[in-house]
């Protein structure tokens, strides 16, 4: 059982935005603004899309944005493309005991 | 840009080590942190540990009593060293590098390794 809690799968037509939840508790995502994003595509390994909740690396679409709310980081993708089809992983800091947590994983299908 | 390329055996005998290395090259290894991350087959990801090139290190608490990870004394590669395997140790390794701790902005290609006798 993964400590960040995704939904397994959603689905949407291109063109149209979807959100993806990742909840945590006051102790990771609620506590810290360290939530990163992980875009993985079949075969391959996964790539950093968001980190520090919403801040985008250097040649990442502006259609991806992140967000937090208490304990529940968000990823946003707008502008839905068949290339954006793919499984998304959040992550957090959970202290120095802890370290990192990952969430269990999206799948996301583009219809 | 910074390239990482992971490499040791595929096939690891249960109770023995596991050890693979993470070459990194077009870049200094100097002010990063780096790290091991894998992921079973068919299954989500799991933060194995990192160090800094400090050589400061920080493990999975679960995993704690069995890693190493470290850096050699060249500074062009670093290792992972996970010892008494089970078949629940089965997964790609990915080799990471953060600027920051808290993320992973490049990985390696990945490399599979399964426990077996």
């Known amino acids: 059982q993964s400590a960040l809690t995704q939904p397994a799968s959603v689905s949407a037509s291109p063109g149209q935005s979807i959100t993806i939840s990742c909840t945590g508790t006051?102790?990771?995502?609620?506590?810290?603004?360290?939530v990163s994003w992980y875009q993985q595509q079949p075969g391959k390994a996964p790539k950093l899309i968001i980190y520090?909740?919403?801040m985008r690396p250097s040649g990442v679409s502006s259609r991806f944005s992140g967000s937090k709310s208490g304990s529940t980081a968000s990823l946003t993708i707008s502008g839905l493309q068949a290339e954006d089809e793919a499984d998304f992983y959040c992550c957090s800091y959970a202290g120095s005991r802890t370290s990192m947590v990952f969430g269990g994983g999206t799948k996301l299908t583009v219809l | 840009q910074v390239q990482l390329q992971e490499s040791g055996p595929g096939l690891v005998k249960p109770s023995e080590t596991l050890s693979l290395t993470c070459t990194v090259s077009?870049?200094?290894?100097?002010?990063?942190?780096w790290g091991w991350i894998r992921q079973p087959p068919g299954k989500g990801l799991e933060w194995i540990g990192y160090?800094?090139?400090?050589?400061?290190?920080n493990y999975n608490p679960s995993l704690k009593s069995r890693v190493t990870i470290s850096l050699d004394t060249s500074k062009t590669h670093f290792s992972l060293n996970l010892n008494s395997v089970t078949a629940a140790d089965t997964a790609v390794y990915y080799c990471?590098?953060?600027?920051?701790?808290?993320?992973?902005?490049?990985w390696g290609q990945g490399t599979l390794v399964t426990v077996s006798s």
């Open positions: 006051n102790s990771d995502v609620g506590k810290y603004n360290l």
């Open positions: 077009g870049g200094s290894i100097d002010n990063y942190y």
């Open positions: 520090e909740v919403n």
């Open positions: 990471t590098k953060g600027d920051s701790f808290a993320y992973f902005d490049s």
């Open positions: 160090i800094y090139y400090s050589e400061s290190t």
